[in-house]
């Protein structure tokens, strides 16, 4: 007998704002959003989402919507979902949930994303002190393969994802977590020398109850304003998974994610049609709705068996993840190295962070010599399949970060040549402002 069609959990209809869905959407962890529906372990399950701005951004000509985002909304997601065994026993505390990425992709009808530069004042990005101002490329697909208007003679498959995917912390947890970032964005600047040389603001984003959006809690309710302002920001990964912006977790990869409450609560969004290693300009995959067929399975007792807690509790554990089997196959890539030595000079002790920024500056001018400006350069490295790597973190004083290119996206060669057989310098639009 055939298998089934997957039982959709999350309908999405695109057309209607996060607030306005069939089933309430969430953009803040917290151990008391309720979940919107149960899943039974071993059954095939389809979970829809919203890009990660619900909507906000516009496949048109300006990079306004990205100038003006308001940050507080980030990201919505669909869940949470409890997860229950075949006896209907949900996961408890301690146990091990195992998530397959069966299939995914973007909501047909919406075949199309985008890929962002933050204003400095609004977030910024890895290289905001390089690039300030707001930019936006516009993405479109043709099967497995992205083109952009605004970066002409590029054409890649995409390694599609799931931006987030994560379990809901417990109140112990939620607690850890508020207080260490909360210490990070009070003392943050006096006391990191990193603020030296990467400028992306906030150091952490706390609670807020601004644009919050808590599934099926009425806003407004005595309920949702204590839960609002305890509910932690989507924004980082943390100890249960969450935005940790894999971009090899495509189909047929597994993520381990620890339980923290009963019935886990998975939640899931942030859907990448492709995106670079580091995510560098920060609105930096190609930002899509989608959707994603999953099987979960209930690993009882598997935190202790399997996660090593480092640090001062059994709650400071990390998932684990699978790669799956598909991923677009580049045999010639072009690999820039970076060391932890910043623009002006300055050496930094085995700063990886430095190196990868050194890294990424080298292949953007290398780059816009081939007829791009270095914005698009910038939003490109982002998002196309490039690999970062840290190379070398024990020869002091310098770490070594790579960034490798596969040079097949391109319509033209991009190796060095000698003299004389240089690039042919192209004029090419710019991205949009």
Known sequence: MAPLTPRLVVPIDVKKKPWEQKVRLHNRWHP?????????????????????????????????????LDLTITHYLSGPLRIVDAEGVPASPGDLLAVEICNLGPLPGD?????????RENGGGFLTDHFPSARKAIWYFEGIYAYSPQIPGVR????????????????????????????????????????????????????????????????????????ANEAARTIPGRENGGNCDIKNLSRGSKVYLPVFVDGANLSTGDMHFSQGDGEVSFCGAIE??????????????????????????????????????????????LVFEGISVDESGKQHFLDASVA??????????????????KEQVYLLLSCCPCEGRISGI??????VATLAIPTAIFDQDIKP????HGPKLRRLPDVLR
């Open 32 to 68: 008391d959003i309720p979940p919107v529906a149960d899943v039974t372990e071993g059954e095939l399950f389809r979970v829809e989402m919203v890009d990660w701005t619900g909507g906000r951004v516009r496949d048109d000509d300006s990079a306004d919507d990205i100038k003006f």
């Open 111 to 119: 075949e199309w994303g985008y890929t962002g530069i933050f204003e």
């Open 156 to 227: 890649f498959p995409g390694l599609t994802h799931p931006g987030i995917v994560g379990t809901a912390p417990s109140a112990e947890l939620l607690n850890i977590w508020n207080e260490r970032e909360r210490k990070l964005a009070e003392t943050g600047h006096e006391s990191l020398k990193l603020c030296e040389v990467l400028h992306q603001r906030p150091l952490a984003n706390l609670p807020t109850s601004d644009n919050c959006l808590l599934g099926k809690i009425q806003e407004g309710t005595a309920e949702w304003q204590k839960i």
């Open 288 to 333: 899509m709705s989608g959707f994603l067929e999953l099987k979960c399975e209930i690993i009882r007792g598997g935190m202790k068996e399997y996660l090593t807690p480092v640090g001062p509790t059994a709650l400071h554990v990390n998932p684990i993840f699978e790669i799956g089997p598909v991923e677009p196959r580049f045999s010639e890539w």
């Open 417 to 420: 040549k000698r003299l004389g």
């Open 394 to 399: 024990v020869d002091a004083p310098n770490a």
């Open 356 to 373: 990868y920024k050194r890294a990424v500056l080298n292949a953007i001018e290398y780059l816009s010599r081939f007829g791009y400006s």
